[in-house]
């Protein structure tokens, strides 16, 4: 039996009756899963903390993909603990670097699938509850797809948030592999939500870094570059995520929930991102 780890965790915001204010601050909500032979996860574990030590980040402190940002705004986030001793050690340089090799070790990984769920918050609005139950729904689906033929395994984790919102993920998620709304009761999928602390997880602090340079992705404009993270989206990310006969869309990339329309926009933007990026002299 093959068994496969799947590690997820999001990026933006979503909550009920979103003001304007802050549908500018955060108009994507996004979940990456980082899917990954269990056989490999010993491998990827020992080389992250590897390359934690080469950048002089110690093993119990985790880097997020917001600190690449926030480190220069020296009036934010001054409670954040974490977020300060960055700030004291190190360079961007290295950190920037840290990032990207990162990312590398998953792509070096035999097996590895990305699966991205978004959601754009300006527009048709949901209950909280409904929104996180669409995606994680889509992203189960897309899992369960991918390894149901044969006799496999997959096994979720994703970053606790705080003690209301875990358990929130873990009864939607029993929900939906208890219920019947799709594809044998999710035959393929352990019947229970892991909750791994995101500090001590190289799996999940990579899909933080994933889920970080997608939503950055999809708010790239004439405004806003980002030309690190389309860097990383574009060489790293988008060939290996999850896809049916060279599509992409519906398979890895899911908008949550689903409305034709904007698959039809996002997947455009997207691939002029690519497009634009590899014609790039």
Same mark, same amino acid.
């Given at each position: 039996?093959?068994?496969?780890?799947?590690?997820?965790?999001?990026?933006?915001?979503?909550?009920?009756?979103?003001?304007?204010?802050?549908?500018?601050?955060?108009?994507?909500?996004?979940? &990456?899963?980082?899917?990954?032979?269990?056989?490999?996860?010993?491998?990827?574990?020992?080389?992250?903390?590897?390359?934690?030590e080469?950048?002089?980040?110690?093993?119990?402190?985790?880097?997020?993909?917001?600190?690449?940002?926030?480190?220069?705004?020296?009036?934010?986030?001054?409670?954040?603990?974490?977020?300060?001793?960055?700030?004291?050690?190190?360079?961007?340089?290295?950190?920037?670097?840290?990032?990207? /090799?990162?990312?590398?070790?998953?792509?070096?990984?035999?097996?590895?699938?990305?699966?991205?769920?978004?959601?754009?918050?300006?527009?048709?609005?949901?209950?909280?509850? /409904?929104?996180?139950?669409?995606?994680?729904?889509?992203?189960?689906?897309?899992?369960?797809?991918?390894?149901?033929s044969?006799?496999?395994? &997959?096994?979720?984790?994703?970053?606790?948030?705080?003690?209301?919102?875990?358990?929130?993920?873990?009864?939607?998620?029993?929900?939906?592999?208890?219920?019947?709304?799709?594809?044998?009761? +999710?035959?393929?999928?352990?019947?229970?939500?892991?909750?791994? /602390?995101?500090?001590?997880?190289?799996?999940i602090?990579? &899909?933080?870094?994933?889920?970080?340079?997608? /939503?950055?992705?999809?708010?790239?404009?004439?405004?806003?570059?980002?030309?690190?993270?389309t860097?990383?989206?574009?060489?790293?990310?988008?060939?290996?995520?999850?896809?049916?006969?060279?599509?992409? +869309?519906?398979?890895?990339?899911?908008?949550?929930?689903?409305?034709?329309?904007i698959?039809?926009?996002?997947?455009?933007?997207?691939?002029?991102?690519?497009?634009?990026?590899?014609?790039?002299?």
């Open positions: 039996m093959a068994v496969y780890f799947c590690f997820s965790d999001e990026c933006g915001s979503y909550s009920d009756n979103m003001t304007e204010k802050q549908i500018k601050a955060h108009p994507y909500y996004v979940r &990456a899963v980082v899917m990954i032979d269990a056989a490999e996860w010993r491998t990827l574990n020992r080389q992250f903390r590897e390359l934690k080469a950048h002089s980040i110690p093993n119990n402190r985790e880097f997020k993909w917001s600190y690449l940002w926030l480190m220069e705004k020296t009036n934010c986030a001054q409670n954040d603990d974490n977020l300060n001793y960055f700030r004291q050690h190190g360079n961007m340089g290295s950190y920037f670097s840290f990032v990207e /090799n990162a990312i590398k070790l998953v792509c070096g990984l035999s097996f590895v699938k990305i699966i991205l769920s978004y959601s754009v918050n300006q527009g048709e609005h949901h209950k909280e509850r /409904n929104l996180l139950k669409f995606h994680f729904q889509g992203i189960l689906q897309r899992i369960e797809m991918e390894i149901q044969g006799d496999n395994l &997959a096994i979720l984790f994703v970053d606790p948030v705080n003690t209301e919102k875990n358990e929130q993920f873990r009864n939607l998620y029993y929900r939906l592999i208890d219920g019947d709304e799709f594809i044998k009761q +999710y035959s393929h999928v352990k019947d229970s939500l892991n909750i791994e /602390n995101s500090h001590q997880s190289a799996g602090q990579i &899909a933080d870094f994933i889920s970080g340079i997608f /939503n950055s992705v999809l708010r790239k404009d004439e405004k806003h570059k980002f030309d690190f993270a860097k990383l989206f574009c060489e790293y990310i988008y060939p290996i995520i999850r896809e049916n006969r060279g599509n992409k +869309y519906g398979y890895g990339i899911i908008e949550v929930p689903h409305v034709e329309a698959r039809s926009k996002y997947r455009s933007k997207i691939e002029s991102i690519v497009e634009a990026y590899r014609n790039e002299p």
